[in-house]
């Protein structure tokens, strides 16, 4: 049975002490992993009916648009701040230290379009709970919010849930 936990490597103490880093290189670096990984999205979703994943910069990229591909949808990124070129709705949210910004083009969802927000790993969920704003405010619906990894003693899969969104993610990290 694929477990990704199998393959993740934590880096203690990066970027800041006291943080876990989990690191999802090396899942990505062993073909047939990365395989499995990408075929466990492909599993869970192959009977749902979407139109597009919206992968977030950077990590949501390198599985949403391998996913977007086999299940025959559009892929849609959402970046950070200052990096698309037409027109663009943005989205401010909460870090540990400041803020951030995420921005999606103006004509990238139309209204009714149904999909699945894809990062790497939720942690507190704010940058896939602005995610999910941005597709709303397009007139999008939010099928479900997936991650390889949920991190619970952080809370964000939790509040994700709260606002009303479905959550998918393959392990957690729990107290460890
Ligand atoms: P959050 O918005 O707090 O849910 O943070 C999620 C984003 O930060 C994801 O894009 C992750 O890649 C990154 N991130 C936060 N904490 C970690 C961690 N412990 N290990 C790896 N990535 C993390």
Redesign the pocket.
């Known amino acids: 049975m694929f477990d990704p936990k199998d393959h993740i490597r934590t880096v203690p103490d990066w970027p800041q002490p006291g943080?876990?880093?989990?690191?999802?290189t090396t899942l990505l670096s062993d073909a047939k992993v990365f395989r499995q990984l990408i075929d466990a999205f492909v599993h869970h979703y192959y009977d749902h009916e979407i139109d597009a994943i919206v992968g977030?910069d950077?990590?949501?990229f390198i599985l949403g648009a391998p996913l977007a591909y086999e299940l025959r949808t559009a892929f849609i990124p959402v970046r950070k701040k200052g990096k698309l070129p037409f027109d663009t709705l943005e989205e401010a949210?909460q870090?540990?230290y400041g803020k951030a910004e995420l921005q999606i083009h103006a004509d990238a969802l139309k209204a009714g379009m149904k999909v699945v927000v894809m990062?790497?790993?939720?942690?507190?969920?704010?940058?896939?709970?602005?995610t999910c704003k941005l597709v709303e405010r397009l007139g999008a619906e939010v099928v479900e919010c997936a991650?390889i990894?949920d991190?619970p003693d952080?809370g964000?899969s939790r509040a994700i849930q709260a606002a009303g969104h479905s959550v998918f993610t393959l392990c957690a990290?729990d107290g460890d």
């Open positions: 943080v876990q880093f989990r690191d999802i977030i950077a990590r949501g949210y870090l540990e990062d790497d790993l939720i942690a507190t969920g704010g940058t896939l709970s602005a991650a990894v991190l952080l964000g990290y």
